[in-house]
């Protein structure tokens, strides 16, 4: 089985997020996918079907080395660029990919050989509240001062529930995860947290154990361009950059926008660079 190694929301390879995309993924089961992406331990892998004939219809399952994912971003945006990689023509290219959470539609572009620009429609979001949180700063080992202060935590979901937490210019430096955050998510009604520089857009994103730190969050970043629509900090349809990864060596950049009414948000894409870093093939498969 041949699998691709890509370089997400970055144009050079060995930085931004790294990914295995599968294309050839019919037949695998389940507990097979989640065996190879702990084979490969990029953060994520993704494996992929063709629907219906059709060449540019696609399911995915998406994995990462706990658990398959009912959505994630940079693993979407790799994939669709496989697939012109694939294809091997110029121009751009419009794909359909059905996820668990939903259906997406990726725009890539072919900068150069390898080279790819890809953006991903995530769709409406949806606002699932204000939650009232007095420790929630101890969450992150930061004192309550570092919250921001005019910018309230908010659980905005494009297919997975982000807590987003608006900090203070300087606060994502020092900023740690010491003890498992999960079931206080699940209490407030959210799955992961974000951190937000709303100010410098700039966020971090780690496994809610603390244990690893995610390089670039396109999820995450959706819910991002949602939020600061929401909240008057982007118009309708501005296109911003949001960092994410220097912190883990691995700078990466994440074009957001959000399109509609700051009450009526009706979709929000998320796109950045992509790079080819190497072709390889299974010699065997997990039973």
Not at 25 to 53: C, N, P, V, W, Y
Not at 67 to 75: S, V
Not at 114 to 137: E, I, T
């Amino acid at each position: 089985m041949h699998y691709f190694h890509v370089d997400v929301f970055s144009g050079l390879p060995f930085s931004g997020n790294s990914l295995t995309v599968f294309p050839e993924a019919t037949g695998l089961s389940g507990s097979q996918m989640q065996r190879i992406t702990e084979e490969m331990r990029h953060f994520e892998s993704i494996f992929l079907e063709q629907k219906d004939g059709r060449h540019d219809a696609w399911r995915a399952r998406v994995f990462d080395l706990a658990e398959e994912l009912d959505f994630a971003g940079h693993p979407v945006i790799g994939a669709a660029s496989v697939l012109h990689a694939i294809e091997d023509t110029d121009g751009s290219r419009t794909w359909s990919l059905e996820l668990k959470a939903r259906t997406v539609e990726v725009v890539t572009e072919r900068r150069a050989p390898g080279r790819y620009a890809s953006v991903l429609d995530q769709g409406a979001p949806q606002f699932l509240g204000l939650p009232v949180l007095n420790d929630l700063a101890s969450w992150f080992s930061l004192d309550e001062e570092d919250l921001h202060p005019e910018l309230p935590p908010e659980i905005v979901t494009t297919g997975l529930r982000y807590l987003i937490v608006p900090v203070r210019a300087g606060a994502l430096a020092r900023a740690r995860i010491t003890s498992d955050i999960g079931q206080r998510l699940a209490r407030a009604g959210a799955q992961f947290a974000y951190l937000l520089d709303a100010d410098d857009l700039e966020g971090r994103h780690w496994n809610n154990d603390g244990v690893v730190e995610d390089v670039a969050t396109g999820s995450a970043a959706g819910c991002v361009a949602a939020y600061l629509r929401r909240h008057g900090r982007i118009e309708d349809g501005d296109r911003r950059t949001l960092r994410q990864g220097r912190y883990c060596g691995r700078p990466s950049e994440m074009t957001i926008s959000a399109h509609g009414d700051p009450r009526d948000i009706t979709s929000v894409r998320v796109g950045g660079e992509v790079a080819v870093v190497a072709r390889g093939r299974l010699e065997g498969l997990p039973r």
